[in-house]
């Protein structure tokens, strides 16, 4: 065996075999039983202190490197469930750095790190207890306190401990969270997540890096990236958050809307700075942005989405606390729609399903620094592709609007400030409704300038509301509208308002419940609009093309008066009845250019008459130019139109002003024919009309609140038909009426004055009209001839004719009458006269018996009873003449038998009676009674004289002033009354 050397041979130094050994036994504690003894420890203290069991798969200890390493770490909650584990917590310190006081950690590493935070019924945390306040020591008492302050003097107050990390990474890491305390309960997770943070320390000016990944399943990235510092606290990076799913955190949305969050991710990303080191500390926010994607709103109970939002995104977003500064670059709004529904209730569903807020209590003492107000600033704000739906089911039928397509730009917004923001939107509405709009909004005054265009705006889209108030329905129409609108807001007061342009509605049509036009036009424009708070000037009203429709249906109903819908009348007494408002302020000024009527028709139908009544005005048209009101001067009023062939036009002068107002205005209508009017004429007449023409002239003054009227209506050759039974026709002579009022030449004119004060509550111009057509009928069926009279100026009665008692001669006054008469009766070819004779049986016998005594006397003159006169003449007897016939003819009438008689009675032997012997001396009155007593009448002798007088004054007309005989009859004495009189009768 070979010898070794010597330098080999020889044993090591003792020191270094101990330096050995201890650091074998270093070893084997450091690496075999320090990590046994921690492992044991841990499980036995922790349990006590965290309330509950506690695992350690494995602790091992690298005692050169000063690092040790934890696997398999669990706490786990008294019911077994997961509370706190790792997989893995590696820690390196730093040893060489300890010897400059304080802690330092060169790596820290934690390994599937997992912690289960849950909020329990009730609110409490489940790991509540762990976060309970210590038991506080037994207090010291007080003045011993006091004692050791005094006898110790004061230390100053030692640096604060460094603690730095140089490496800390936590790798996959996961917080599950669970929110039991909820109607529903929440769950989320939040994994894998990741932190590296470099050269942390809490050395003062000094910063460290980190870096902070995190995954919330399913797809929610969040990324933390900066710098901190704690002495003094410190920070800047940026953080960015994607893809939070919305609907996962519906539950919390509970509390502030009933809203169902069933779709929506949010994209968060910004960068900020804090700094507490400055003063006041520094809290910015940088290049901030915002994002909202597919989020979708649905109501309980329905899947419906009532708010669906494509995108909304805020980009550029910057804030200074400190400052009170932000400002943002943009917002965009791209792709939306809204259904905005008004429940029958009358609320608003979208208003229900977010409940207001609570306000939360004031605080009683004031604030010693008011707030700085903040300053915010929009560089654009932009809205694309909006859609709104309006449905109302508050009316009978539900109104639905629909407006699409709405866009919005607005760029810049300052408020503060008076910057003018420009702003430009538009929209559809409906199937072909457009609007647009751009103007200038000055956010500090409040004020608004605008342009704006509306175009074909179907109005029957709110048939709906017509509804409240009418029955019928808005067939068609378009609205266009075009001009300039502005606001500018006043103090104290609602603002003015200003607005100028061009409207127009186009081709409408109101129906009623049946589908017939009740009304319509081609267009009405209102041209060169311009309106302000007390005024509106117009260059031009235009209705053009209008056409209205009124029919009377046969039960008697008209088709406009059904058109109404009848407001509720509030019960007396309610509080919620209306109060009628008064208009404050002066009344407003209004001026137009021109109100023109172009190519209006009117058709009128009445179908309650057999047959129908029909009647149309057409090529309607003209213009009041100009019109203001109040009236500073007056306006000119000129139209024309047709009716049924017949020339109509209105023409005058008007000047609006109030009680002030006053007018002259012309209507005249001529020739219209009245054929087409029997149905009227048999209604209210009992006779059709075969023939004849209308002209109308009146004439309409007002001044100072005072109507003068003059209402001439002329009747051309109108011939009525055969009488008609009628149960509505006036039992009036109607005829009589029409044929004392229509002259020789056919031509029936009556002139209707009116005249009257318009505060008179009884003043009606239609109602004093009817009334004097009716006083007219009333006077032809009383007093004929007095209205006969009155066309020609006779006051005197035309209706009888006097005569003597016993004679049928006339006399001057009859002549007179009769000559009044025959002239009236000449202008009136349409009239008839019937004549009755009359008598009177008393003065009218005792005038024929003086008649027959005269003859008696003139027969005795003539002589012998060839009837010729003694003397060859007739006249008529003298007064002494008359005395002696008298008196012979008495002698030998009545004396001469008297006394033959009374001798005969003495003959006889009888008495004689005293008075009978009449005297021979008797009075000339006694005579001539006495002798009319002798006398006597044929039966027939005062009907004779009766229907002689008739047939007198029928000669006198007929023969003297050539009426026509066939117009003129006689008539059936009448029994009663009796008189001397010839009575007529017009027909």
């Known amino acids: 065996m070979a010898t070794l050397p010597a330098a080999l041979r020889r044993r090591p130094p003792r020191w270094a075999i101990v330096v050995a050994g201890i650091l074998a036994l270093y070893s084997i504690f450091g690496f075999l039983i320090l990590p046994r003894i921690v492992r044991a420890q841990m499980e036995k203290k922790l349990p006590d202190v965290l309330h509950r069991p506690v695992t350690v798969r494995e602790v ?21 469930s997961p509370l706190l584990s790792f997989e893995e917590l590696y820690v390196d310190v730093a040893l060489l750095r300890h010897w400059r006081g304080g802690v330092h950690l060169e790596s820290v590493k934690l390994v599937r790190p997992e912690v289960a935070v849950a909020i329990e ?47 800390f990474l936590l790798d996959r890491g996961a917080i599950a969270f669970a929110d039991r305390n909820r109607p529903h309960p929440f769950q989320a997770r939040l ?87 400055s003063t006041p500390s520094i809290i910015r926010l940088e290049e901030g942005s915002a994002r909202l994607n597919g989020l979708r709103l649905d109501p309980p109970g329905r899947d419906e989405a009532l708010v669906r939002i494509d995108s909304l995104a805020f980009d550029g977003v910057s804030a200074d606390v400190g400052q009170a500064q932000a400002r943002i670059r943009s917002i965009a709004l791209s792709g939306a729609r809204i259904v905005a529904r008004r429940l029958e209730d009358g609320a608003i569903e979208l208003a229900t399903l977010t409940p207001p807020r609570r306000r939360a209590p004031s605080s009683s003492s004031p604030s010693s620094e008011p707030s700085r107000p903040w300053s915010t600033r929009l560089d654009q704000l932009r809205v694309e592709r909006l859609d709104l739906l309006w449905e109302d089911h508050t009316t009978p039928a539900p109104a639905s609007v629909e407006i699409g397509e709405f866009a919005l730009s607005l760029a810049p917004l300052a408020v503060p ?30 004020s608004v300038e605008a342009e704006f265009a509306l175009s074909k705006l179907a109005l029957a889209m709110f048939q709906p509301y017509a509804a409240l108030a009418i029955t019928g329905s808005i067939g068609r129409g378009e609205l266009d509208m075009t001009g300039r609108a502005s606001f500018a807001p006043a ?148 139209f024309a139109g047709k009716l049924d062939g017949a020339s109509l036009r209105v ?70 038909g055969d009488k008609v039974d009628s149960p509505t026709a006036t039992g009036l002579p109607v005829k009589l009426a029409l044929a004392i009022l229509t002259d020789r030449e056919g031509k029936l004119e009556i002139d209707l004055p009116i005249d009257g004060e318009l505060d008179d509550p009884d003043f009606r111009v239609g109602k004093l009209v009817v009334h004097a057509i009716l006083n007219v009928l009333q006077k032809a069926a009383t007093s004929p001839f007095a209205l006969l009279g009155s066309l020609f100026g006779h006051s005197e009665d035309l209706s009888m004719v006097e005569f003597a008692a016993g004679s049928d001669e006339l006399g001057d006054a009859g002549r007179k009458k ?31 018996l003086q008649s027959q005594l005269q003859e008696t006397l003139l027969a005795r003159r003539r002589g012998p009873a060839s009837g010729k006169p003694a003397h060859g003449d007739d ?48 009075p000339a009155p006694d005579v001539e009674a006495m002798l009319m007593q002798t006398m006597s009448l044929s039966p027939d002798a005062l009907a004779d004289l009766a229907r002689s007088r008739a047939e007198t004054v029928q000669d006198e007309l007929t023969e003297s002033y050539g009426i026509d005989p066939e117009r003129v009859f006689v008539a059936t004495t009448p029994e009663t009354p009796r008189t001397r009189q010839a009575t007529l009768q017009l027909e």
């Open 875 to 922: 006249e008529p007897l003298s007064d002494a003449e008359r005395g002696t016939a008298l008196h012979a003819l008495y002698l030998e009438r009545v004396v001469a038998p008297r006394e033959k008689e009374a001798a005969e009675l003495r003959a006889e032997g009888k008495p004689v009676p005293a008075g009978f012997v009449a005297r021979r001396d008797a």
């Open 651 to 720: 023409a005058g002068t008007l000047r609006p002003a109030g009680k002030d107002s006053d007018a002259d205005i012309a209507v005249t209508l001529a020739p219209w024919n009245l054929p087409p009017t029997t149905p009227y004429g048999i209604r209210y007449t009992g006779y059709p009309v075969q023939r004849g023409k209308l002209t109308l002239d009146l004439k309409y003054k007002l001044g100072g609140r005072r109507v003068e009227a003059s209402n001439v209506v002329a009747i051309h050759q109108l011939q009525l």
């Open 121 to 167: 019924k009730g609110g409490q945390l489940n790991f509540a207890d762990l976060l309970a306040a210590p038991e506080p020591a037994e207090p010291v008492p007080t003045a011993r306190l006091a004692r050791k302050a005094r006898a110790e003097p004061p230390k100053p107050e030692p640096d604060p401990t460094v603690f730095e990390i140089a490496h």
């Open 191 to 277: 994994e894998p997540l990741s932190f590296a943070l470099d050269g942390f320390t809490t050395e003062p000016k000094k910063n460290g890096a980190y870096h902070f990944e995190a995954r919330l399943e399913p797809a929610t990235q969040l990324a933390w990236t900066g710098s901190i510092s704690v002495t003094p606290p410190k920070s800047e990076g940026e953080l960015s958050i994607t893809g939070i799913p919305l609907a996962q955190f519906e539950n919390y949305a509970e509390d502030s809307t009933t809203f169902r969050i069933t779709a929506g991710t949010l994209d968060v990303r910004g960068k900020y700075v804090f700094d507490a080191s």
């Open 60 to 80: 091992r200890f690298n005692p050169f490197a000063i690092s040790m390493t934890i696997r398999g770490f669990s706490v786990r909650q008294p019911d077994g």
């Open 818 to 848: 009769l000559e009044s008469l025959a002239k009236a009766l000449a202008e009136r070819p349409g009239l008839r006269l019937s004549i009755a004779g009359g008598m009177d049986p008393e003065a009218d016998r005792k005038g024929l």
């Open 491 to 638: 103090s104290g007061g609602a603002g003015r308002v200003r607005l100028g342009g061009d409207l127009s509605v186009s081709n409408f049509a109101l129906l009623d419940s049946e589908g017939k036009e009740l009304a319509g036009f081609e267009r009405f424009a209102l041209e060169k609009l311009a309106t302000d708070t007390q005024a509106v000037s117009l260059g031009r009203v235009l209705l053009k093309g209008a056409r209205m429709h009124y029919r009377i249906n046969p039960d008697g109903s008209g088709n406009w008066a059904s058109l109404s819908r009848q407001p509720a009348r509030p019960e007396a007494g309610r509080e919620d009845a209306p109060i009628e408002s008064k208009r404050q302020g002066p009344e407003p000024r209004i001026s137009i250019g021109a109100i023109a009527l172009q190519n209006l028709s009117f058709d009128f139908t009445d179908r309650s008459l057999q047959p129908p009544f029909t009647a149309r005005i057409t090529r309607f048209g003209g213009q009041i130019a100009p019109f203001k009101k109040p009236g500073m001067v007056k306006s000119q009023i000129d």
């Open 417 to 446: 400030g008076d910057t003018p923001a420009s702003f430009s939107t538009s929209m559809r509405i409906g199937g072909e409704g457009h609007f647009s709009a751009k103007g200038t909004l000055h956010p500090g005054s409040g």
